[in-house]
């Protein structure tokens, strides 16, 4: 089983950084990716950042230039740098990760930006 505890999230004015960090536990043998979503009230989750092993990344669209994805593979740990947020970045974020076929999801942290 693996466990992802996520952490960072909060109230922050526009233009402001949040650090998202996600650390991972548990049977954890071969990480092929992990990343971050997010889902906001009445939408469908989104996939926010992806860094595999092999330290490439992928972004949304949305969130390009503004957002950092980086890990700690000796802390099985993902962080995610936001800056310049929006009040459409409000959302529930959850951290996730792909090993040996499967994805296992952290519980979420909420952040929201006020205008």
């Known amino acids: 089983q693996v466990q992802l505890v996520e952490s960072g999230g909060g109230l922050v004015q526009a233009g402001g950084s949040l650090r998202l960090s996600c650390a991972a536990s548990g049977s954890i043998f071969s990480i092929n990716a992990m990343g971050w979503a997010r889902q906001a009230p009445g939408k469908q989750r989104e996939l926010v950042a992806l860094i595999r092993s092999g330290t490439s990344t992928d972004y949304a669209s949305t969130v390009k230039g503004r957002f950092t994805i980086s890990r700690d593979n000796a802390k099985n740990t993902v962080y995610l740098q936001m800056n310049s947020l929006k009040p459409e970045d409000t959302a529930v974020y959850y951290c996730?990760?792909?090993?040996?076929?499967?994805?296992?999801w952290g519980q979420g942290t909420r952040v929201t930006v006020s205008s």
């Open positions: 996730y990760l792909i090993t040996a076929g499967r994805t296992y």
